[in-house]
């Protein structure tokens, strides 16, 4: 199918994109990658009057380090966020998670921004972002605001940005890690096939001591309600324990005791529970792992 009929504006700064927003209410559109918006245009379930091409507001496109401080301008790639040096070094979950997102076509043109402000519950940039406390700063004609993620995703494709907002930039501080402690993580996630829509998933942060013993642990949930999610009862379980098989077990029972996926024809409610729990335990399992052996 073809989209209907819009408007075309291509600014090349953030003001200017800002202005237009503004100016268009709620008929306009920000087109950045593509990915989510083009597949509902040509559907014909979204039907804006103006579109807002950002990918000549070349300010967006940046990855830098400043005060202990991960920041990515939302206009980055899949790719090259995956691909970067800092992000290897000090968000190893991170270029994990992209690398199940969709195919090498689809990371080349989708963004940091787009995955976040799409706010997807089974995208796998956003329950990562949860886990890592990361924010972003979101910029209208009225001025700039930081939200962070926890309180910006709302509900399946919805978030808390004003109909004038644009995500300009994604932080992620970096984590605080305890004295003599190593850190393993692990993104996992069940589709039909590699970088189908997921089923299901888990993600895992530990920290453990010279004696095996996690002192901290973070878990992530994807797919598994209306929003990305994090178990902090599942961290409870972990944290003091040596990660032993069946403690993980538990923790990965408990992360998905009371969630609620949404069904639809490839997995039931109980399925796709059943799915989340398995990759959350195997998750942590190579998390853990990934510790012992000191391999991040």
């Known amino acids: 199918m073809k989209p209907p009929a819009f408007e075309y504006e291509a600014p090349s700064t953030v003001e200017d994109a800002a202005r237009l927003l503004a100016d268009g209410g709620d008929d306009a559109k920000?087109?950045?990658?593509g990915q989510s918006l083009i597949p509902l245009l040509n559907l014909r379930f979204a039907a804006p009057s103006l579109l807002i091409d950002l990918n000549g507001v070349l300010e967006l496109a940046h990855i830098n380090e400043a005060a202990g401080e991960l920041?990515?301008?939302a206009l980055v790639r899949h790719s090259a966020v995956a691909g970067h040096a800092l992000v290897a070094e000090r968000h190893p979950l991170l270029a994990e998670a992209l690398g199940y997102v969709a195919?090498?076509?689809?990371r080349n043109r989708?963004?940091?921004?787009?995955t976040t402000a799409h706010s997807d519950p089974a995208a796998e940039v956003p329950v990562?972002?949860?886990?890592?406390d990361a924010r972003v700063i979101a910029h209208s004609t009225r001025g700039q605001r930081e939200i962070a993620v926890d309180d910006l995703f709302v509900s399946i494709f919805t978030t808390s940005?004003?109909?004038?907002?644009i995500i300009t930039e994604v932080i992620i501080p970096d984590r605080h890690v305890e004295p003599g402690t190593i850190t393993g993580s692990s993104f996992q996630e069940f589709a039909r096939r590699h970088g189908d829509y997921a089923i299901g998933g888990g993600a895992a942060i530990v920290e453990l001591d010279a004696e095996g013993i996690c002192r901290n642990a973070r878990v992530g949930l994807l797919g598994a309600g209306m929003r990305p999610e994090e178990s902090k009862a599942a961290a409870a379980v972990l944290e003091n324990s040596t990660l032993a098989e069946d403690t993980v077990r538990e923790a990965?029972?408990?992360?998905?005791?009371?969630?609620?996926?949404?069904?639809?024809?490839?997995?039931?409610?109980q399925y796709r529970r059943e799915v989340i729990r398995e990759m959350t335990f195997r998750?942590?399992?190579?998390a853990a792992n990934k510790a012992k052996a000191g391999t991040a």
Do not use: C, F, K, W
């Not at 989708?110 to 787009?114: A, F, K, R, S, V």
């Not at 990562?128 to 890592?132: A, E, K």
């Not at 990965?252 to 409610?269: C, F, K, W, Y």
């Not at 998750?283 to 190579?286: C, E, L, N, P, S």
């Open 161 to 165: 940005l004003e109909p004038d907002e």
């Open 103 to 106: 195919h090498p076509q689809i």
């Open 110 to 114: 989708g963004t940091i921004g787009g």
């Open 252 to 269: 990965a029972r408990v992360a998905t005791a009371e969630i609620n996926p949404l069904g639809n024809v490839h997995g039931d409610v």
């Open 30 to 33: 920000l087109l950045a990658g």
């Open 71 to 73: 920041r990515i301008g």
């Open 283 to 286: 998750a942590v399992m190579t």
């Open 128 to 132: 990562v972002l949860l886990m890592s």
